[in-house]
């Protein structure tokens, strides 16, 4: 059986409650954007260039490892705010920890070389040299 609530009124109640889950989804929308870690990896001959935007963070934001044949890129930052004025504070605290993690085993580990400047952290891979003469190339057929 239908609800004695007005048409109109059921669906602004459902509304409200839309909107409300909907502004609460928006407040967070662009937080995606501060926890992606873009990468480019650049094959320069000898060497990979890798290189991963990381604006705004510091040195102690920034861990680079090696595990066996992995290179793992680990963010873990923590950032808070108080503001007061008024009588209205606002405390808020963000926690940010992210990774990206690369198979590295046909690279000399003992030669890779790195800066972070500028928000960018800028590594260089150096090929092991077995591996560079092993590579070939299948030759492959494309239709159209």
Partial sequence: MFSM???ARRNRR?????NRGFDHSFDHFFDVFDTTMSTDIVDRGDYYELTCDLPGLSKDDIKVSLDENYLTINVDRKDEREETKDEYLLQERCTYNYSRRF???????????GNYKNGVLKLELPKREEAAKNRGYLDINFED
């Fill in 103 to 113: 198979d590295i085993r046909d690279i000399d580990q003992e030669k890779i070389t």
């Fill in 5 to 7: 609530v007005p048409f």
């Fill in 14 to 18: 459902l509304m409200e409650n839309f």
